[in-house]
């Protein structure tokens, strides 16, 4: 889906307006629906800062809006190939049904996590664990809420300092 679709799809959900989300991320009143309908249908593709703007007016991550173009099916199938390259991802049968697998061992282990951190997820949704509303906020979110994997954060360079310098003594006593 194009972003231009993702901007919609996310605004009808929330149910607000094109004049509604143009005036939340600052445009003038008169031209707000004007302006966000460009972004809309495809006329004009949001820069980066706006399209973070709209994710946090819209209640979701920036990578959320910004997915390839997979709005048509030969759109998807070559994405589908693109990931059967780089992942192993690959298309079999089972029980009748068409399945996308992974397989484990053409796949980093982080995408293995990953996508196992969403089966997770997708089962808690399946066995009513969790809201739909939960589930959503985890999708759209990801990896902000995912608790499969620690996501650290490495300190910056001035904090390392400021506590080098703090403990100095202490650690010249040692």
């Known amino acids: 889906m194009a972003i231009s679709e993702r901007i919609h799809f996310f605004r009808t959900m929330r149910n607000m307006t094109l004049k509604y989300l143009g005036t939340v991320i600052g445009f003038p009143e008169k031209s707000a629906d004007v302006r ?17 703007a709209l994710a946090e007016a819209l209640d979701v ?3 959320a809006l910004d ?3 997979i709005d048509s099916e030969i759109g998807l199938m070559h994405t ?5 390259d780089m992942y192993g991802l690959t298309i079999a049968e089972t029980d009748g049904e068409l399945c996308l697998k992974v397989n484990k061992d053409k ?15 997708a089962d808690k949704l399946s066995n009513d664990e969790i809201s739909k509303e939960t589930y959503d906020r985890w999708r759209y979110y990801y990896p902000k809420y995912d608790t499969s ?26």
């Not at 589908?80 to 059967?84: G, H, K, P, V, W």
């Not at 796949?107 to 997820?121: A, F, G, H, P, Y």
Request: no cysteine.
């Open 36 to 52: 966000l309908a460009q972004y809309e249908n495809g006329s004009r593709k949001p820069k980066a800062d706006l399209t973070a």
């Open 149 to 174: 994997k620690i996501w650290a954060k490495v300190p910056s360079q001035e904090l390392s300092d400021a506590l080098t310098e703090a403990f100095k003594d202490y650690l010249k006593d040692k």
């Open 107 to 121: 796949s980093s282990d982080e995408l293995v996590q990953m996508l196992t951190s969403w089966k997770e997820q």
């Open 80 to 84: 589908l190939f693109a990931l059967e």
């Open 61 to 63: 991550s920036p990578q």
């Open 67 to 69: 997915v390839p173009d």
